[in-house]
């Protein structure tokens, strides 16, 4: 059984968001591996490692700096990459990135070569969630999202799935879409010699003709939404304090909750 | 010229970072107070090839070069400067022993610090007599038989508490100076070798320091390492690659007191305003910047240089090595200076960890050659050239 995962490079935690203008300057962006990536590559990995699949494939599209977030994964363990960068791809949204990404998928082998298909429940930078879902629906395969544990028995998988208040248990046949959540795993550190054996791993590079894609289904023109503009969220305001005897700041807190904040 | 980073560095940069900022971090304090660090923190780096950076994979190592060492030890440095120097020290050793030691010596050593059965190296050259003139030592192993038999004393010995194994300097031959001094490695728990007091310091206090002692300690001749009489020069050459260790050591600490200096002003409010917005403050900041940045250049010159030295394609890098750690590190106490004045009287205070920055940093212009010891280095090789 072989299992592939699907990556996106994302601006790092740490960055400070710049805008020019309601555009997002990318100049002093540092990106890294999607966090919720990491979980999905990191169980592929361990999957591997107990002997249930036999080839981890990581999938990403994106400019160059797609590439580094795709040696991270080989870092972690899996064992080689697929690239489709293209200067046309840029401005796609959700729907188009999942069939560009079905394309390249299609062209190694697709649901015949690959049947454990996982990715990061969301992105970081465009959080919408959506890629997945809108993947296993192009595949016309089940998604089961918000993972928090996987297990893989023969062509059936056991998945867990977070819910308001509880825990869904799924039972899958293979293939399917497996989204992952924080808690799946505890992703690892990759060691040096693991960084080092990931510059020899193999990186296979697609353009949208590579796929056969025409150049005006995708990008700006292909998409069906349009990023009008970036705003930074308002600033956070400090807390308030309320201070005093108990029964004074009980009373105090509950009229603020009920007139100021509206909570209650 | 590319000032860029590989994928490899970066993906490496990052790694540690939350190495660091995870396994690191939360237990800093308790490392300092302690004056400890934990053998599994150790044991976890040695795994992930932390201590053996430069060290091939046939040994056990990552073999990846200087400049993923200089860039590893940036980053630990920037939570610990405790852990960065047993770190950078234990490099030092497993490459002391690759680059000078034979083929047995490398087998014999090199994974057993690669896989964490050893600790951590240790490099003793240091004597009471003889600091900075280093030729002095009077530590003597005489040949007996198959055996050296070492008698003497050797002190400030970093990572003397936790080492599996020692890079030991001493005379062989009194009568030829310098020259009669050869490297003899020495492991841990071999009789006649007792470790001896610990100081207590200034900062760093993670890091042990201790006294090592000799009495009739004997190890087979084969430990020898490299030929006799060539130790003074084997010292002295890992050192070189020691030292920008220790730069990369100060860029890391001071990266650590420009964060803090950044947010502390950003949100201490005097006069109606955040004291970043006055230009004495700004004009600390800029100047702290300015000169880390150089001194990260400055590291990473070094590092490429031996880099390129080690695969035969370019010349020595003695004297940018020592360039190197000089600027990094003065640069750095005046970064660290900044930092506590910038923060005012909680700059005082052990609560705000620009404290420790302050006195972790200070030795770092002392161990592996005094700030004089470089200039001396550095106006050598261009007064001779
Ligand atoms: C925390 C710590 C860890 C250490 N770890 C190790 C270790 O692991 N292994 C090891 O072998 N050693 C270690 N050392 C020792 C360290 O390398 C020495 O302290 C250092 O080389 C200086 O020697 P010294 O202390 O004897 O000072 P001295 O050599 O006595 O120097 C005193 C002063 O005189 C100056 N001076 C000396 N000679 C000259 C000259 N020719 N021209 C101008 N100025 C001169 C020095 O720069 C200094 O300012 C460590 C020291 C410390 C504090």
Redesign the interface.
């Given at each position: 059984m072989k299992a592939v995962c699907f990556v996106k490079s994302v601006p790092d935690t740490e960055t400070r968001v710049r805008l020019t203008g309601n555009r997002l300057d990318k100049s002093e962006i540092k990106y890294?591996l999607n966090p919720y990536c990491e979980f999905a590559v990191e169980e592929a990995v361990r999957k591997k490692e107990a002997g249930i699949v036999d080839e981890v494939l990581v999938i990403s599209m994106g400019p160059s700096r797609a590439?580094?977030a795709i040696?991270?994964a080989l870092?972690i363990g899996a064992d080689r990459g697929v690239h489709i960068e293209d200067d046309n791809l840029d401005g796609s949204d959700a729907i188009v990135t999942a069939r560009v990404l079905v394309e390249a998928f299609k062209k190694e082998g697709g649901l015949d070569n690959y049947q454990i298909l996982l990715f990061g429940l969301r992105a970081i930078d465009g959080d919408t969630w959506s890629v997945p879902s809108m993947i296993a629906e192009l595949l016309g395969i089940p998604a089961v999202t918000n993972i928090v544990k996987l297990d893989i028995n023969g062509n059936k998988a056991i998945a867990i799935r977070m819910v308001e208040g509880g825990e869904e248990v799924f039972e899958v046949e293979l293939p399917c879409v497996f989204a992952a959540r924080k808690g799946l795993n505890e992703p690892r550190?990759?060691?040096?010699?693991s960084?080092?054996k990931?510059?020899k791993k193999p990186i296979t590079r697609y353009t949208i003709s590579d796929l056969g894609i025409p150049s005006d289904a995708v990008g700006k023109v292909g998409s069906f939404t349009e990023v009008l503009e970036y705003t930074l969220p308002p600033q956070r305001q400090a807390g308030k304090k309320v201070e005093g005897e108990p029964e004074q700041v009980v009373e105090e807190l509950i009229k603020f909750l009920r007139e100021v904040a509206n909570i209650i | 010229m590319n000032f860029a980073l590989s994928?490899?560095y970066?993906?490496?940069q990052?790694?540690v970072r939350?190495?660091a900022e995870k396994e690191i971090a939360p237990i800093v304090d308790r490392v300092e107070s302690e004056e400890n660090i934990p053998d599994e923190l150790l044991a976890k780096m040695a795994?992930?090839?932390?201590n053996t950076?430069t060290i091939p994979?046939e040994y056990g190592?990552?073999?990846?070069d200087t400049i993923?060492f200089a860039l590893a030890i940036m980053e630990v440095a920037r939570v610990s400067a405790s852990v960065a120097v047993a770190m950078s020290v234990t490099n030092m050793v497993a490459e002391g022993i690759y680059r000078f030691g034979n083929e047995e010596q490398r087998r014999k050593y090199l994974p057993k610090l690669a896989r964490g059965e050893y600790l951590a190296g240790a490099f003793a050259l240091t004597e009471p007599g003889a600091g900075s003139d280093a030729g002095s030592i009077r530590t003597t192993a005489v040949k007996e038989g198959n055996e050296y038999v070492i008698n003497g004393n050797k002190v400030f010995i970093t990572n003397g508490l936790k080492a599996g194994i020692f890079m030991v300097a001493a005379v062989t031959d009194k009568e030829k100076g310098k020259k009669g001094i050869s490297v003899i490695l020495v492991e841990r728990g071999t009789p006649g070798l007792t470790i001896g007091k610990k100081e207590k310091k200034m900062g760093q206090r993670g890091s042990d320091t201790v006294e090592l002692v000799f009495d009739n300690c004997k190890v087979p001749i084969t430990n020898l390492l490299g030929n006799e009489g060539d130790g003074f020069k084997i010292m002295l050459a890992d050192l070189d690659g020691g030292r920008i260790g220790i730069g990369a050591l100060a860029c890391g600490v001071m990266r650590a007191c420009v964060d803090e200096m950044v947010k502390y002003s950003k949100e201490r409010v005097q006069f109606g305003q955040p004291i970043a917005n006055f230009q004495a403050i700004q004009w600390m900041i800029a100047d702290s910047v300015t000169e880390l940045e150089a001194a990260e250049l400055l590291v990473l010159r070094a590092a490429w240089l031996k880099d390129r030295f080690l695969k035969g394609e370019g010349g020595r890098f003695t004297k940018e090595a020592s360039i190197a750690k000089l600027f990094a590190t003065e640069a750095a106490n005046r970064v660290a200076y900044r930092a506590v004045q910038v923060h005012g009287g909680y700059g005082y205070i052990e609560e705000f960890p620009v404290e420790r920055f302050y006195r972790d940093i200070r030795v770092t212009t002392i161990y592996e050659g005094t700030s004089e010891i470089q200039r001396l280095v550095i106006a050598r090789s261009i007064l001779e050239g």
């Open positions: 890294i590439q580094e040696r991270s870092a550190y990759p060691s040096l010699p960084i080092m990931a510059k | 994928e490899e970066k993906i490496l990052k790694m939350d190495f795994e992930l090839g932390l950076i994979e190592g990552p073999g990846m993923s």
